[in-house]
């Protein structure tokens, strides 16, 4: 069983930055894939970022609408991993959910953090 607990959601300005942080438990948490996904108020759940596993090194990958804003990062020592969001925009209000496929082909989320940016 994997347990997914996101924090750093609030309330924002636009132009303002928030990190959120996502913490795994499991012994193995390195090597599971995750992303950040989010669900704004009457919109669909929509990929936001998310980092996969390699031996060779993280793979990751960005939605257009936030590439060169959002950096997704991991501390695997910590079974950590992070949201750095800069240049926030209304657009970016929602609910930022933290996601894990095992190698096992089991998947996770975590239970939300908001995020509000105000204009």
């Known amino acids: 069983q994997v347990r997914l607990v996101e924090s750093g959601g609030g309330l924002v300005q636009a132009e303002d930055s928030l990190r959120l942080t996502c913490v795994a438990s499991?012994?193995?948490?390195?090597?599971?894939?995750m992303a950040w996904y989010r669900q704004a108020p009457g919109k669909e759940r929509e990929i936001v970022a998310s980092?996969?596993?390699?031996?060779?090194?993280?793979?990751?990958s960005y939605a257009d609408s936030v590439k060169g804003r959002f950096t997704i990062s991991r501390d695997s020592a910590k079974h950590t991993m992070y949201l750095q969001m800069s240049r926030l925009t209304p657009e970016d209000t929602a609910v930022y959910y933290c996601?894990?496929?095992?190698?096992?082909?089991?998947?996770?989320w975590g239970e939300g953090t908001l995020v509000t940016v105000s204009s």
């Open positions: 996601y894990a496929d095992t190698p096992l082909g089991v998947d996770y």
């Open positions: 499991g012994r193995r948490a390195s090597n599971y894939d």
């Open positions: 980092i996969r596993f390699s031996f060779r090194g993280d793979i990751i």
